[in-house]
């Protein structure tokens, strides 16, 4: 089987524990005004097969096992080539290698054998509110919601993720918003909240893509740990 891939990351630190390969695939519905890889929204063609990627995946299998990490299957969105995810995550499970599933959940449906086969799921929280989300994103949050009950239903931990763009999700209002969004999804473990940045601005402008949030200056480092900090507060009052 084969898949559209953009690249491999390896020894990263940030998309789940330890040392881990994150394998960005191509092809994305939505339309993140924040997103910092515009060149993965359409999925390129099959360029490897899934037994060439599990062998790139295993070359870090020791740093794996001394580190507790893994591989990252991120984007793009992962599950719109859910097909050959399953069959790498199938083959990866077999080499007893840790899987984490980056999703913003608006893939092809039908998840359950997918999230059968992972460890992990760091959902990238988008808007709490129909309204912000399709301002957001350009697309309506249903699939996003169906995402969640199969998430519910499969048991596994989740890792929360929130960027936080200024004048949009820097308020005590969204704070407040957040907690009572993240009702609806159980086992999650952690939550982490992500300074907006300008990192990607230069793929826009190489691409020839509108940079509809160009003006918008990065979001400060220090107040945004403070939004996490007060988010912690109220979240965990919710679930003692």
């Keep these: 089987?084969?898949?559209?891939?953009?690249?491999?990351?390896?020894?990263?630190?940030?998309?789940?524990?330890?040392?881990?390969?994150?394998?960005?695939?191509?092809?994305?519905?939505?339309?993140?005004?924040?997103?910092?890889?515009?060149?993965?929204?359409?999925?390129?063609?099959?360029?490897?097969?899934?037994?060439?990627?599990?062998?790139?995946?295993?070359r870090s299998k020791p740093y794996f096992k001394r580190n507790s990490g893994g591989v990252t299957f991120s984007g793009g969105e992962p599950l719109l080539q859910i097909e050959f995810l399953t069959d790498v995550c199938k083959k990866l499970k077999k080499e007893d290698i840790h899987i984490a599933l980056d999703t913003c959940g608006v893939g092809k449906g039908d998840y359950d054998e997918i999230l059968s086969l992972v460890d992990l799921i760091l959902f990238d929280v988008k808007f709490t509110t129909r309204e912000g989300y399709k301002y957001l994103t350009g697309r309506e949050m249903d699939d996003s919601l169906k995402f969640i009950e199969a998430m519910n239903k499969s048991g596994k931990p989740v890792w929360?993720?929130?960027?936080?763009?200024?004048?949009?999700?820097?308020?005590?209002?969204?704070?407040?918003?957040?907690?009572?969004?993240?009702?609806?999804?159980?086992?999650?473990?952690?939550?982490?909240?992500?300074?907006?940045?300008?990192?990607?601005?230069?793929?826009?402008?190489?691409?020839?893509?509108?940079?509809?949030?160009?003006?918008?200056p990065p979001m400060d480092v220090d107040k945004c740990n403070e939004l996490q900090e007060l988010f912690m507060k109220k979240y965990r009052r919710l679930t003692k």
């Design 1 to 58: 089987m084969t898949g559209a891939i953009d690249s491999i990351e390896t020894f990263g630190l940030v998309d789940g524990p330890g040392i881990r390969t994150v394998v960005f695939l191509t092809g994305c519905r939505l339309r993140c005004l924040y997103c910092h890889n515009p060149e993965m929204w359409v999925k390129r063609e099959d360029n490897i097969t899934s037994d060439e990627l599990v062998k790139k995946v295993l």
């Design 160 to 216: 929360i993720r929130q960027v936080v763009v200024p004048g949009m999700m820097d308020s005590e209002e969204y704070i407040d918003s957040l907690v009572e969004y993240l009702k609806k999804i159980d086992n999650v473990e952690r939550v982490e909240f992500l300074p907006f940045h300008h990192m990607g601005f230069s793929k826009y402008e190489e691409l020839g893509i509108n940079n509809p949030l160009k003006d918008v």
